[in-house]
């Protein structure tokens, strides 16, 4: 799949956010807790990463119903089982395979998952991104892992999980999301120290609440989950405002030079990454749940020079890190952007540098700096990762001419309805799902 941008075109209007990628996909695998009805509603349908999920759950006898114009799905779930799938049916291309294990375990004291995949960003021990915590949790709720060419095998050999302490080496959004799941259901008491609880965990907490678990959480990283011993009851939930994609267009408006209003921000789920903005010399100006980005938004008339950090939750997300290196290519002077939690997530940067004049940025693991302001000219790329195929769709859109960006669905897997937004607000992106032609020289 590729995209060819005619770009050039100054953005004008408004746009919606839609229901955020890391809630959406982990409220689906929580739904699948229970027998009775689920509706989630402000879901993404049309995002890649959702739409996998969704196939692989219907494969394992799940019924979701999936309402595209009113973004809804309905989620009905009296039978749940990975077992028969035939080898290539474990082949999902998303990162949370290992959230729908304990809708299985819970019934029946086994289950099978694809690997878990998503965007290669390096990360765990020996580059790839690990998955031995999310062992650790089953392991710890008494369950043994066996490890296949084509899945993952859990079995609870007492038919059920049985509560127990999960101690976090480190930070883990997917850690923290499996362990609560897997509590909810287990029999006993289970202790998560050293949680990470983002806006999206909260999400799914406030949904496993609704469908009857019992959780409390104490400070921003203790939680105490007493299970349920079995499956939880139905529930509604609307998902939360994807708060990456709320700064993807904001940033979009700000080095475009275009006028749009951005609704449905998630402002309490991204303080600090706005307050960054606001020390870059930009003016929000915003309602309780829009901001309006145009030209006079930059105070001094263009964006300060800056250096931003990214680590964990309230402060600015790796997956916000290159939205903030566009920034930086159009500031007034060198900017540069660390990026802590994974310092491999460089390699958007020689495609980036595909658009730009020698020396406008360079990347070590973990630092990118730019030297602006900087101008984009077209030029055709590879897409390395989600984040960074969107960044270098954001290029682009902002050069003069018709550039083309190859494996597009990289970026199509987090932004819902991508190429209908950009053209509401005259910008020009034709996705074609097919192999990029080759390059006639
Ligand atoms: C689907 C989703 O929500 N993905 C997000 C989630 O990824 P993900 O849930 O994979 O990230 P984690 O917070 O778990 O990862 C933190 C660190 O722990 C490592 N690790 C993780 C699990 C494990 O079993 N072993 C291990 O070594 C990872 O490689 C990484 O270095 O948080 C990342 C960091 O904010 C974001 O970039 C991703 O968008
Ligand atoms: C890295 C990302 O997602 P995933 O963990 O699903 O690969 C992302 O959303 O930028």
Same mark, same amino acid.
């Given at each position: 799949?590729?995209a060819?941008?005619e770009?050039?075109?100054?953005?004008?209007?408004?746009?919606?956010?839609?229901g955020?990628?890391?809630?959406?996909t982990?409220?689906l695998?929580?739904?699948?807790?229970?027998?009775?009805?689920?509706?989630?509603?402000?879901f993404?349908?049309?995002?890649?990463?959702a739409?996998?999920?969704?196939?692989?759950?219907?494969?394992?006898?799940?019924?979701?119903?999936?309402?595209?114009?009113?973004?809804?799905?309905?989620?009905?779930t009296?039978?749940?089982?990975?077992?028969?799938?035939n080898?290539?049916?474990?082949?999902?291309p998303?990162r949370?395979?290992?959230l729908?294990?304990?809708?299985?375990?819970a019934?029946?004291?086994?289950?099978?998952?694809?690997?878990?995949?998503?965007?290669?960003?390096?990360?765990?021990?020996?580059?790839?991104?690990?998955?031995?915590?999310?062992v650790?949790?089953?392991?710890?709720?008494?369950c043994?892992?066996?490890?296949?060419?084509?899945?993952?095998?859990?079995?609870?050999?007492?038919?059920?999980?049985?509560?127990g302490?999960?101690?976090?080496?480190?930070?883990?959004?997917?850690?923290?999301?499996?362990?609560?799941?897997?509590?909810?259901?287990?029999?006993?008491?289970?202790?998560?120290?050293?949680a990470?609880?983002?806006?999206?965990?909260?999400?799914l907490?406030?949904?496993?609440r609704?469908?009857?678990?019992?959780?409390?959480?104490?400070?921003?990283s203790?939680?105490?989950?007493?299970?349920?011993?079995g499956?939880?009851?139905?529930?509604?939930?609307?998902?939360?405002?994807?708060?990456?994609?709320?700064?993807?267009?904001?940033?979009?408006?700000?080095?475009?030079?275009?006028?749009?209003?951005?609704?449905?921000?998630?402002?309490?789920?991204?303080?600090v990454?706005?307050?960054?903005?606001?020390?870059?010399?930009?003016?929000?100006?915003?309602?309780?749940d829009?901001?309006?980005?145009?030209?006079?938004?930059?105070?001094?008339g263009s964006?300060?020079?800056?250096?931003?950090?990214?680590?964990?939750?309230?402060?600015?997300?790796?997956?916000?890190?290159?939205?903030?290196? /566009?920034?930086? #290519?159009?500031?007034? =002077? $060198? !900017? @540069? %952007?660390?990026?802590?939690?994974?310092?491999? &997530?460089?390699?958007?940067?020689?495609?980036?540098?595909?658009?730009?004049?020698l020396?406008?940025?360079?990347?070590?693991?973990?630092?990118?700096t730019?030297?602006?302001?900087?101008?984009f000219?077209?030029?055709?790329?590879?897409?390395?990762?989600?984040?960074?195929?969107?960044?270098?769709? /954001?290029?682009? #859109?902002?050069a003069n =001419? $018709? !550039? @083309? %960006?190859?494996?597009?669905?990289?970026?199509? &897997?987090?932004?819902?309805r991508?190429?209908?937004?950009?053209?509401?607000?005259?910008?020009?992106?034709?996705?074609?799902?097919?192999?990029?032609?080759?390059?006639?020289?």
């Amino acid at each position: 799949m590729y995209a060819t941008v005619e770009g050039g075109n100054v953005p004008s209007g408004r746009v919606q956010v839609s229901g955020a990628k890391n809630s959406a996909t982990r409220l689906l695998a929580a739904a699948l807790l229970t027998q009775d009805h689920v509706e989630l509603r402000n879901f993404p349908t049309s995002l890649v990463d959702a739409q996998h999920k969704v196939r692989f759950v219907q494969s394992m006898g799940a019924n979701v119903r999936v309402d595209e114009a009113g973004q809804t799905i309905a989620v009905d779930t009296p039978h749940l089982d990975a077992a028969d799938l035939n080898s290539d049916g474990y082949d999902v291309p998303i990162r949370t395979t290992y959230l729908l294990a304990a809708p299985q375990l819970a019934r029946t004291g086994r289950a099978r998952i694809p690997y878990p995949a998503g965007c290669k960003i390096g990360g765990g021990a020996g580059g790839g991104r690990g998955y031995d915590l999310h062992v650790m949790v089953w392991e710890a709720l008494g369950c043994e892992v066996t490890e296949t060419p084509s899945y993952i095998q859990i079995t609870a050999p007492r038919g059920e999980m049985r509560g127990g302490s999960i101690d976090f080496p480190i930070s883990t959004v997917g850690g923290t999301e499996n362990a609560l799941l897997c509590a909810a259901v287990a029999k006993g008491t289970s202790t998560i120290f050293n949680a990470y609880i983002t806006p999206e965990i909260d999400d799914l907490i406030e949904l496993l609440r609704r469908m009857g678990a019992d959780i409390v959480v104490t400070g921003n990283s203790h939680i105490v989950v007493t299970g349920h011993s079995g499956l939880l009851g139905g529930a509604h939930m609307s998902v939360m405002p994807d708060r990456i994609e709320a700064l993807t267009w904001i940033v979009y408006a700000l080095i475009s030079g275009g006028d749009l209003m951005v609704k449905g921000v998630p402002f309490s789920a991204m303080q600090v990454p706005l307050i960054h903005l606001e020390h870059a010399g930009v003016d929000l100006m915003g309602s309780s749940d829009s901001l309006y980005v145009a030209p006079e938004s930059l105070k001094s008339g263009s964006i300060q020079p800056f250096e931003v950090a990214c680590g964990t939750h309230p402060g600015v997300i790796s997956d916000m890190q290159p939205f903030f290196v /566009m920034l930086g #290519l159009l500031s007034a =002077g $060198t !900017s @540069r %952007v660390f990026d802590y939690r994974y310092p491999e &997530r460089i390699g958007f940067v020689q495609e980036l540098a595909k658009f730009l004049p020698l020396g406008a940025i360079e990347a070590r693991p973990g630092a990118i700096t730019m030297r602006g302001p900087q101008r984009f000219s077209a030029a055709e790329a590879e897409s390395t990762d989600l984040r960074g195929s969107m960044s270098v769709l /954001m290029a682009a #859109l902002c050069a003069n =001419g $018709t !550039s @083309r %960006v190859n494996n597009v669905e990289l970026a199509l &897997r987090g932004y819902d309805r991508l190429e209908s937004k950009l053209r509401s607000v005259g910008a020009d992106l034709s996705v074609h799902d097919a192999p990029a032609p080759q390059l006639v020289r």
